[in-house]
């Protein structure tokens, strides 16, 4: 399985980003799909995830009510739509999948469960 991420960019607060996952070697049905970030000089922390079956969508609190993520089977990709922007929402993204996970109740942040990561994209929200 392969993760292509894009999308990020640098954008004034206030505004909007629409990233984009995109799954080759394996559908989006068999996969539970989290987007992870990490700023510098901090850990990596979920920020929303989508899971496999259901498709039951999770946010981290700090960008709940900001961003949306959603799934187009027919593409085999994720998106993660980010709304009102924030500096503190500068990091890098990563696009991860897990096999093992379902997501059908409840998030599951614990990034060692994800065996499939695709390169991070920057995004960057100046002040």
């Known amino acids: 399985v392969q993760l292509q991420a894009s999308g990020g960019g640098l954008v004034q607060a206030g505004g909007s980003l629409r990233l984009s996952c995109v799954v080759v070697?394996?559908?989006?049905?068999?996969?539970?799909i989290a987007w992870f970030r990490q700023a510098p000089g901090k850990e990596r922390e979920g920020v929303s995830s989508v899971g496999s079956r259901e498709g039951s969508t999770f946010y981290a609190d700090s960008v709940k009510g900001r961003f949306t993520i959603s799934r187009d089977n027919s593409k085999n990709t994720v998106y993660l739509q980010m709304n009102s922007l924030k500096p503190e929402d500068s990091a890098v993204y990563y696009c991860?999948?897990?096999?093992?996970?379902?997501?059908?109740?409840?998030?599951?942040?614990?990034?060692?469960?994800?065996?499939?990561w695709g390169h991070g994209t920057l995004v960057t929200v100046s002040s």
């Open positions: 991860s999948a897990s096999s093992r996970l379902r997501l059908s109740l409840r998030a599951d942040w614990r990034s060692f469960l994800y065996e499939y």
């Open positions: 070697g394996n559908t989006l049905d068999s996969l539970a």
